[in-house]
Nanobody, 126 residues
Framework: QVQLAESGGGSVQAGGSLRLTCAVS?????????MAWFRQAPGKEREAIAT????????LYSNSVRGRFTFSQDNAKNTLYLQMNSLQPEDTAMYYC??????????????????WGQGTQVTVSS
């Protein structure tokens, strides 16, 4: 059974940093097509902000976070990290870890993704 579990959210002032963690279990690395971080702010659609593909582990970032956020994995590929720097109030959202296997979605959008974590809240105050 695939499980994704996020942690590390919290409240921070603008300009601060947080590191989110996603623990992956029951999902061998070679079975994964993609891993991604999404976020959803109140009243807005869920958006992909950082994605890693097994065939190309260089992360892809949305324009909104590029240069401020860094997506990485531990050597065993069972823990994912999202280092978030220079946080701004517009980064306030629920953050989710997501994944899919070969033959599934490409993690480019929320529709059709097979596996989600429960989410962790990030709140940035001005």
């Amino acid at each position: 059974q695939v499980q994704l579990a996020e942690s590390g959210g919290g409240s921070v002032q603008a300009g601060g940093s947080l590191r989110l963690t996603c623990a992956v279990s029951g999902f061998p690395y070679n079975d994964r097509r993609c891993m991604a971080w999404f976020r959803q702010a109140p009243g807005k659609e869920r958006e992909a902000i950082a994605t890693i593909y097994t065939v190309n582990p260089s992360p892809l970032y949305s324009n909104s976070v590029r240069g401020r956020f860094t997506f990485s994995q531990d050597n065993a590929k069972n823990t994912l990290y999202l280092q978030m720097n220079s946080l701004q109030p517009e980064d306030t959202a629920m953050y989710y870890c997501a994944a899919d296997r070969w033959g599934g979605s490409d993690c480019g959008g929320p529709d059709g993704i097979s596996y989600w974590g429960q989410g962790t809240q990030v709140t940035v105050s001005s």
